[in-house]
């Protein structure tokens, strides 16, 4: 069933974009001329060596920058004054990549923002080369092997699997199927002493109106799969911490899902003389992130209990705050870190009474933007500024109660710049060993598509709707 004979469908994913993907099994013509469908008019796009293969790219065009292990030839470009991810596929995969990617960013979930699809590609003697996808480079993210390639906390593991449950769930709740969820498959960015999890791989994925739970449940079950081997190879290389149980991570993952779809998606039962249980399922939602847009409440059969079931609209309940006060767009949990640095600013300088918006023009001109200014140039490309300022906050505590009284901010920023920000450079070596190690991922696409995964619809009573695409 195509996406629009389903009038269910957000109509935002609708009217995504004009790209419509064949099967890929079909045997149609591919384009004879150079045809590069963008959601970018950055004109650069058009200088690139497109009858090249993506392998052999000049040095001066590529970014430096770590990669994941992929199936297929990856690359960070230069792109005017933006940076590129390009990845190298059959055209039926990149132009049906590029339509879900496109999907779930007018959704506003999660995911690597697509710019172009680029197809009719062929080099010098005519001989056709591969499409290309290209995506906007995620600033600041890493690759979850880049992360383990650095001095981290011992729970960094547990903390990556925590943002990936998050994001496995918005995107079921989105109608997402993922068919591939895994470490690999995400870029994570660093969210206060949390993270965020972005999906950067969509190639088996699917958008739908809803999922059936036999969906949803083999998403879960392949995540846990692969998290356990990705975990294993890690410990082989000596980049897990010995005392990390890989087993036990991976069922991390199954128990944070089901907890956070439970108290997304559960219809509680309140008494009539229980109605401020209501306002508290609201505030919990809202501590987990998630905004409500409606609460369906009716009567049960019996008269004597109301049934309540909210209607949750998105992540970014404490983002959507901070971007009205001051404009900053960050994480969720850096916004609610800088929240509270600002109720704590205004309790200091006695200002309870005043207008928030006023007092938050304030912090922002006397506390945020003189901390993050001090950010050394060479570190401006390593971490966010609402990262680098909840860091500071941390270490100005740890400071103080060291020496046993209050530390100056700009003391505290001093410190922190000197002993602990040197911990996010990686050095040329390990940056080398991990894209090497990527590369070596790359195999033939021919044997990539056409792969079994294993999960056969036939034996999945609820994968109808899946299996019928």
Known sequence: MELNELPQMDPRALKATSVKAEDEHANSVEPQALKITAASSNPKMFTLPWHKPLATWPQELLANLPRGISRHVVRFVHVGDEVYAMKEITRQVAEREYEILRRLQKLELPTVTPIAVVTGRHDKNGEPLEAILVTRHLRFSLPYR?????????????????????????????????????????????????????????????????????????????????????????????????????????????????????????????????????????????????????????????????????????????????????????????????????????????????????????????????????????????????????????????????????????????SYIDNVLPNYKLDKKALDELNAEADAGVIDDEYTYNADDGYNPDDDPDAAVWASR
């Open 146 to 414: 880049a992360l383990f390639a650095r001095n981290l906390q011992h729970d960094t593991a547990e903390r990556l699997i925590d943002a990936l449950a998050v994001l496995l769930v918005r995107l079921h709740l989105a109608g997402f199927y993922w068919g591939d969820v895994s470490l690999s498959n995400v870029l994570f960015l660093r969210d206060a002493d949390a993270f965020s999890a972005f999906l950067v791989d969509a190639e088996t994925g699917d958008l739908q109106v809803q999922l059936t739970d036999g969906q949803r449940e083999y998403d879960i079950d392949l995540a846990r799969t692969n998290i356990i081997g990705e975990l294993m190879d890690l410990a082989s290389g000596r980049l897990l911490p010995s005392d990390v149980d890989e087993i036990e991570v991976g069922n991390r993952l199954v128990d944070r899902y089901h907890s956070l779809w439970s108290a997304l998606t559960d219809t509680d039962k309140f008494g009539p003389d229980e109605m401020w249980k209501i306002e508290q399922r609201v505030n919990k939602l809202n501590e987990l992130g998630f905004d409500v847009d409606e609460l369906e409440m009716k009567t049960a059969e019996d008269g004597k209990r109301v049934l309540v079931r909210p209607r949750v609209v998105d992540a970014g309940y404490a983002n959507r705050k901070l971007l009205r006060l001051t404009g900053l767009d960050v994480q969720e949990n850096q916004a609610r870190r800088l929240l509270n640095d600002l109720d704590a600013y205004r309790a200091s300088t006695w200002r309870d009474g005043e207008d928030l918006e006023i007092v938050a023009t304030d912090w922002m001109r006397e506390v945020y933007e003189p901390t993050v200014r001090m950010i050394p140039p060479e570190y401006r490309t390593q971490i966010e500024p609402a990262q680098f300022f909840h860091e500071v906050l941390d270490h100005r505590w740890f400071l103080a109660e060291k020496a046993g009284h209050d530390v100056p901010m700009g003391e505290a920023v001093t």
